[in-house]
């Protein structure tokens, strides 16, 4: 049972990356610990837990005990990340073409096929979140527990990449030509997946990071 401590640190701490991955901070900002304390209003040792964990979890730069730096989204991180990102996906695709429910990527195929039906769906919130839990469940049916253990520690800085790429391409013109496309990389990811194809599932989901990758970098004015 978790105590009453374990819950406040933890409760802390998600309210703590949810205001960072929406942006409350600006990049590159140093916060006090007592502006953290004030903002989510607790006192000053759960938001130096959360801050730990938050550094852990590449969100800040912690600063002498003073408070954090929010750590910028630069081209060299996006890059790094999502090079990380194309082998741990990629892997975790071919493994779970051959583990993964059937149940499990049905009820998926049925999720993102229902985004088809829906003018403006792709661009939603909900596709986003459809996103996330496709790449998650991928993981955790992977069978290798390294794999998933890698993608469960970097979920938080995947969230906040993939947060800041959303926010890029839907405020450009491209929107939904980018977002349309999104949804059919990864209906193809879950058809590779459901008709057992190691091979075209990795390199699907190798495709879809390249491409993510791309995009937003393109936006952001740099090139790979």
Known sequence: MKTKRGAV????YERLKKDIIEGRYAAGELVQI??????LGVSR????????????DLLVDLINGRGAIIRPLS???IININQFREV???LAARLSARSIPAAAIASLRSDFESLLEQPGA??????SQLSHTLHKTIAESC?????QAQWQHLDTAFSRLKQKGWETWLNSADREEISLRRLNEHLEIIDAIEKRDPSRAEDAAKRHIVRATKDLLQFMGGTR
């Open 122 to 127: 792709a661009e939603s919130e909900r596709h």
């Open 9 to 12: 640190r933890t409760e802390t």
């Open 34 to 39: 007592s502006e953290f304390a004030r903002d």
């Open 45 to 56: 040792t759960p938001v130096r837990e959360a801050l730990s964990t938050a550094e852990r």
């Open 143 to 147: 069978g290798n527990w390294v794999v």
């Open 88 to 90: 741990v996906d990629g």
């Open 75 to 77: 081209m060299d991180e």
